[in-house]
């Protein structure tokens, strides 16, 4: 079981930036885990915005963050990070991160511990 810890949200101005953390724990260290930012707008579902993986730190990234969004990682300090630029008013939803150790060839899946999120509020 792996907990994990977001920060890092609030109440920015369209085209400002943010940075979340998600600090994470685990039996492991944290290139034994992929990590995933996800975020959930109010009456949506939930789904991914970004993606570090374990042991090569490959990013991906959902198309509609691609090049305004930036995620990376601290193996030192087990965090992982979403710079978040260009904020828009569509950004605004609460942001999770997710951990898990699946070998899946899918960035998408594998992320079986959740922190409890941190709200990103944009306004326009």
């Known amino acids: 079981q792996v907990q994990l810890v977001e920060s890092g949200g609030g109440l920015v101005q369209a085209g400002d930036s943010l940075r979340l953390s998600c600090v994470v724990s685990?039996?492991?260290?944290?290139?034994?885990?992929?990590v995933g930012w996800f975020r959930q707008a109010p009456g949506q579902e939930r789904y991914f915005v970004a993606a570090?993986?374990?042991?090569?730190?490959?990013?991906y990234y959902e198309n509609s963050v691609k090049g305004r969004f930036t995620i990376s990682k601290d193996n030192a300090k087990n965090t992982v990070f979403l710079q978040m630029n260009s904020l828009k008013a569509e950004d605004t939803a609460v942001y999770f991160c997710?951990?898990?150790?699946?070998?899946?060839?899918?960035?998408?899946?594998?992320?079986?511990?959740w922190g409890r999120g941190t709200q990103v509020t944009v306004s326009s």
């Open positions: 997710g951990a898990g150790n699946s070998a899946s060839d899918d960035y998408k899946k594998g992320y079986d511990d």
């Open positions: 570090i993986m374990g042991r090569d730190a490959v990013p």
């Open positions: 685990g039996r492991r260290a944290l290139s034994a885990y992929r």
